[in-house]
């Protein structure tokens, strides 16, 4: 076999190995044997540029960044749709469409029923069957490219499926953000303490927006076709429903809940259907759209300024409501992070009583100018995130009062700090605070750190909920007998976790030092800071100047450690676990204990599903190796991802060993 035809042979399987995940939900191969795959076509293209074909799955992760977007002028207008607000509404549609179309009262006619996707309006461009572009609506008249975004969307096909294919098919759709990947998007964000996106719409169109389409990939967008635009050497189907079905036959994404309808009262009675099911459904819509199904009909009746009369859209209840906000209360987040939660006024927002909403940070208090007291507009940001999207200020009274934001953290009293480059302020009492109290004691008790086998988080839920451990050095006065009378914890297991912590209490001082989850401080730079200072107690005194003097120790990391031991409560914690008898070699850090990987270079790319890149490159660096940001004839192994891009492409031509994160596991990880 020629490597021409391999080429071709793995861009098919990996298309169909796509197809079945994305669109089916339905895996026929394992990730580490799609990588694999992958990996070799990156390979091949590699060898020759020219082999590459416009469907491989290698073209989905983008080229360079644009500069600017460039104008598209649709040959077919992309055209809005009236809206009919209620029942009587689509009846006065379904009158007016048989007027023009002479039909009696007693004929019914066949609509094609299609959820409205709250979305971003697109136009596919297919040239024998190839995506060459990608527009926006725009006006109608002219869109903006926005090829190099749209081709990063798993769910749209590069290569149409069939044969022979039309000269030129545009395909209209809609691209939109799923509700369970705009919630993870979200907190991600929030964690981040960056600005979440306020509802799936504003984050599809700010996706495709994106100049960089290595930013658009990581974005969880996804499509479903609806019209078509231009058509050249092929003859279309006759109707609506049929075109869909084609659609689906091409490979194209079509939304599995579009139906026929026979007259206006099966309409309407779809549209209750989907009503009642709008929560459950996997994404946003606003309404439903009807079309008279027969394209020949849909000609007669034509088009009335830039809608069509053979079509309209009946909206759902409005997602927005006025109420007003009672008071607002300052939650602490497993990591320490404060988010104030408004009380409202309990008030209908489709169909839904909402007396709470988000209000995420201070600076989206600041930017919204919101008061206690004050009427606000709520929204249910993907019908789940309830969230104040404006004040009425005009309506203000003279009562209302401004919020202020805390300075100490509402739940145990220690001071809350705000790093410059962040969204998010946070509880300082890492070791203490009770609301942060489960997330430090599982990093507590974890490999790299304390290394407590057995101590798993169901064990530190049923403690910390009945109060049994109130601080991270609580756990060293536990007892078998008491494990014991636990839910699920017979006698041998409660032996067994107290043997185990006894066992963790000769330990290493970084190791020591990273279990106290002090903000920033990896494996790593617990490494380094032990290294440097030799014992707890010269850390424990150190000064801003000696801690900067640290490898790996920037401004903020050493702000973070003086702030940490700071704090009366941390000095508490620390002395009642020696006394325990924690104890690691006097006059020596502990160093890395392993150092089978000094000399080795490592460079860490693409996309891990275990582990994030931060991580792999500390667990690296903790058994000797060094760690680069690029790779160059010095690199001794690529652990590449999926999107390795460049780096892999490099790593190849230099002849770089290059693994998968699979491969990193049972080399580096199961080894460790």
């Known amino acids: 076999m020629t490597k021409d035809q391999r080429v071709q042979d793995l861009v098919e399987l990996l ?14 191969v394992s990730d580490a044997e799609y990588d694999s795959l992958f990996r070799e076509l990156q390979s ?20 360079k960044p644009l500069d600017s977007f460039t104008q598209v002028r649709h040959r077919v207008s992309m055209l809005s749709l009236d809206n009919a607000f209620s029942a009587a509404d689509l009846s006065e549609f379904d009158r007016r469409v048989r007027e023009r179309l002479s039909l009696s009262a007693e004929a019914p006619i066949g609509y094609s029923c299609e959820p ?16 060459v572009q990608a527009a926006t609506r725009g006006d109608g008249q002219t869109g903006e490219d926005i090829t190099h975004n749209v081709k990063t969307i798993r769910s749209i096909p590069l290569k149409l499926k069939g044969a022979p294919s039309p000269e030129v098919l545009e395909v209209r759709g809609e691209i939109f953000m799923p509700k369970a990947g705009f919630l993870r998007f979200n907190e991600k964000a929030i964690a ?14 700010g996706s495709l927006r994106q100049l960089d389409p290595a930013v658009a990939a990581r974005r969880p967008l996804h499509m479903y076709c609806y019209g078509v635009g231009e058509a050249e050497g092929v003859e ?80 759902f209840p409005a997602e927005e409501a006025l109420t007003r906000l009672l008071d607002v209360e300052f939650q602490v987040g497993r990591t320490g992070a404060i988010t104030p939660v408004a009380r409202l006024e309990p008030v209908s927002v489709g169909g839904v009583i909402v007396s709470n909403a988000t209000l995420h940070n201070q600076d989206e208090i600041t930017r919204l100018d919101i008061r206690v007291g004050d009427l606000v507009f709520v929204r249910r940001a993907g019908d789940v995130i309830p969230q104040i999207v404006s004040v009425s200020i005009e309506q203000r009274g003279a009562d209302a009062r401004p919020i202020g934001f805390p300075s100490v953290c509402p739940v ?22 009770p609301a942060q109290l489960k997330g430090a004691i599982n990093h507590y008790v974890s490999r790299k750190a304390m290394d407590i086998d057995g101590f798993g988080e169901k064990l530190v839920e049923q403690l910390v909920d009945i109060h049994r451990i109130k601080r991270i050095d609580d756990i060293y006065t536990l007892s078998a007998a008491e494990l014991s009378d636990l839910p699920r914890m017979g006698p041998k297991s409660a032996e067994n976790v107290i043997q185990a912590i006894e066992k963790s209490k000769a330990t290493t001082l970084p190791r020591f030092l990273y279990a106290l989850g002090i903000r920033e401080v990896g494996v790593t730079t617990a490494e380094r800071l032990a290294d440097h200072f030799q014992s707890l107690e010269d850390l424990m005194r150190a000064d801003f100047e000696s801690l900067i003097e640290v490898s790996d120790v920037g401004p903020i990391v050493a702000e973070h450690v003086l702030q940490f031991f700071s704090q009366a409560q941390t000095e508490s914690v620390i002395e ?27 460079v860490v790319s693409g996309k891990l599903e275990r582990y994030t890149r931060e991580e792999a490159q500390a667990m690296l660096k903790a058994v000797g190796a060094s760690v680069a940001g690029s790779v160059s004839s010095k690199t001794t192994v690529l652990l590449a991802g999926p999107g390795a891009g460049s780096k892999l492409t490099k790593a190849q031509s230099l002849g770089v060993e290059v693994i998968d994160e699979a491969e990193f596991i049972a080399r580096i990880v199961n080894r460790a």
């Open 412 to 433: 145990c009293g220690a001071p809350i700090e705000r790093q410059s480059d962040e969204a998010v302020q946070r509880c300082t009492a890492t070791l203490t605070c």
């Open 15 to 28: 298309n169909a190995y796509s197809a079945a995940y994305y669109e089916r939900d339905d895996p026929l």
């Open 116 to 131: 409205k996707l709250d979305g971003v309006a697109v136009s596919l461009r297919y040239e024998r069957g190839i995506l």
């Open 236 to 315: 279309l189907p006759a109707t609506q429903y049929e075109l869909l079905r084609w659609y689906a036959s091409l490979g194209l994404p079509v939304n599995s809940e579009i139906q026929l309808a026979e007259g206006i009262e099966a309409c309407e009675a779809y549209y209750e259907s989907i009503l009642t099911r709008r929560s459950s459904l996997p994404y946003d819509i606003d309404g439903i759209v009807y079309k008279v199904n027969a394209f020949s009909s849909q000609e007669t009746l034509g088009y009335v300024s830039r809608a069509p009369r053979w079509a309209i859209a009946r909206k």
């Open 44 to 63: 091949l293209e590699a060898e020759n540029p020219d082999a590459i074909l416009a469907n491989s799955p290698t073209q989905r992760v983008g080229g």
């Open 192 to 205: 981040e303490g960056l600005k979440p996106f306020a509802n799936p719409r504003n984050a599809a169109a």
């Open 576 to 602: 009642n676990i020696r006394c325990a008898g924690v104890t690691w070699p006097a006059g020596s850090a502990g160093g890395v204990e392993e150092t089978w990987l000094a000399g080795q270079t490592w």
